[in-house]
C-alpha cells in the first residue's frame, strides 16, 4: 500500500495516512476484508512514530472504516460493503496484495459509473440533447468519401484539418492560437493527464480550488504532488488566499476551472483572473485553465479565458468538445505557448501516439458551421429548463438548513448540509432508491468535507429528475434531526 508522506504541508502525519487510507477505501482500491499493515509495520515503512499511526488507525476505526481485532489484525471494515456494491463469489486473488501499486486514490471513475436509474452523479448531456442523427450521417458520409481514414494513423498532434477549425473557434472567445500550438487531445481528462505526467513529481506543489473536479484531484494525487488548496466564494478562487499560499509555498502550478466551476457553477470574476495571471507571472508558475462548457451558459456571456490575456505563456488551455457535441468521439483540444507546448507534444506522443482520426473528421463539419451554433442555443435551452426544475423542486421540498448555489451555467448544482450530515451515508440510502449523486468529498483533495454533494441536471429527463430531487429531499427530511438544522451557514 503506497502512502505519499509530505512533511512540509502543514497537514499532521497522521492525518495524511488517515486521509490516505480513506481515499483508496473510497475509490475501491483497498476491498472490505482486506488486512492492513500492522502499526509496527507501517510506521516502519513510512518512517514516523508508532503513535502517529496508532492515531490514524483509531480515528479510522472510530470513523467506521476499519475494525482492529486483538492478535488477528486489522481490517477494512465490512461496512463499507454495502456502499460499494455486493460483488459476487470469485476465486481467491490473495497474492496480488503483494503487488506494490502508485494509485492514492480514483474517486472520480468510481462514482462516474452506476447502475442505478436516476444519475444525478454524471455530468455529461442526456444523449438525447445532441445532435445524433446528423452526427451519424456525418460518420457514414466520411467513411464513403473516405474509407481509408480505417486504415490510416492520425498525426500525433491531432488533424491539421481539425486544428485550423479550432484556431478559428477559440479566436471568437479571445483566445488566439495557431493551429500549430494546438493538440488534439482524447479528452479533457487526458490533457490534464499530459500536464501532470510532463511537469508533476513528487513534492511538486500543485494548488487547486477546494472544492474541485475529482478526476484532477486523482491525477495530481498519482503523480506525489503535494495538493494545497484555494476555497472559492460566489466571485470564485479567493486571490488574497492564494497569494498567501504561493509566497509561502511556490506552486509548480495553479489548477482552475474559472468558468461554470464544477462542483459549484461559480464564475470567477474578470478582475480575479486578471490577478490570478499577475501572480503566476510573478512567481513564474503555469495556470491550468480546464474549461470543459463555458458554451453553456443560462444568462450571460462569461468573462473571456485567462489563455486570451496570457502574453508570456503562463497558461496551459484546455477546451471540451465532447460535453456539447458528441461525447463518444473523446475529443478536446489543448492550447500552450513555447517549450511548454513542445514538451507535451512528446508526452502525447507518448502516450498514444495520436487521437483516431476518423473521430476527429466527422466532427469536423460541425465545427463553426451554422448547424452547431443552432445547436448550442436549444441546448442552453434545455438545460436551463431542466437546472429551473431543480431549482423549484429544492425550493418546495428541502428541508430547513439546506442550502444551495444557483448556477450561471454548466451542468451542476451544488448543495450545502448541515455539519453534522455524511453525504456518504445520504448516498447509501439514495441507492437502495436507484438514485446516485457525487458526495462532496470526492471534490476535495485532503480533509474530510462530508457535508456537500453535487447534483448534476445535465443527464437525465424532467421527469426522472423530479423523482430523483423529490426523494432525495424526503430522504433528507428523515436524515437531518431538526437540532441541527441551526449547524448550516451558506457555502459563502
Known sequence: M????QRNTGISLSNQIYQSIVDRIRSGLLEEGL????????SKQLEVSLVTVVKAYKQLEQDGFITSTQGKGTF?????????????AIPSYDWQLSLQDYLPRSQFARYHIGTQ?????????????????YFEHEVQRVLSENPELLSLYGDIQGDSQLRSKMSEYLKRTGVLSTPENILVTSGLQQGIDLIARTFVGPGDVVVMEAPTYPGAIDIFSGRGATILTVPIDKDGMRIDILQNVCEKHKPKIIFTIPTFHNPTGVVMTLKRRKQLLDIAQSIQ?????????????????????????????HVIYLRGLSKTIAPSCRIGILTASGSIFNRLLAAKANADLGSPLLTQKAILPLINSKRMVDHTKKLRTALRIRRDLVLELLTNHAPEGV????????LNLWINLPSSIDSHYLLLEAKKRQITFLPGSACYPAGQENNHLRVSYSYINEELLTHGITTLCNILHATIPSENISDNKPYF
Not at 503506497?2 to 508522506?5: K, V
Not at 488486512?35 to 509495520?41: A, D, K
Open 35 to 42: 488486512t492492513l499493515p500492522s502499526v509496527r509495520n507501517l
Open 403 to 410: 442550502s444551495w448555489l444557483i448556477p450561471e451555467g454548466g
Open 76 to 88: 477494512v471494515n465490512a461496512k463499507i460493503k454495502e456502499e460499494m456494491g455486493e460483488k459476487e
Open 2 to 5: 503506497q502512502i505519499n508522506i
Open 117 to 133: 436509474k436516476v444519475h444525478l452523479s454524471s455530468s455529461m448531456i442526456d444523449p438525447k440533447l445532441l445532435p445524433n442523427r
Open 285 to 313: 508558475c503555469i495556470i491550468v485553465e480546464d474549461d470543459p462548457c463555458s458554451e453553456i451558459y443560462f444568462e450571460k456571456k462569461p468573462p473571456v479565458p485567462l489563455k486570451s490575456m496570457d502574453q508570456f505563456g
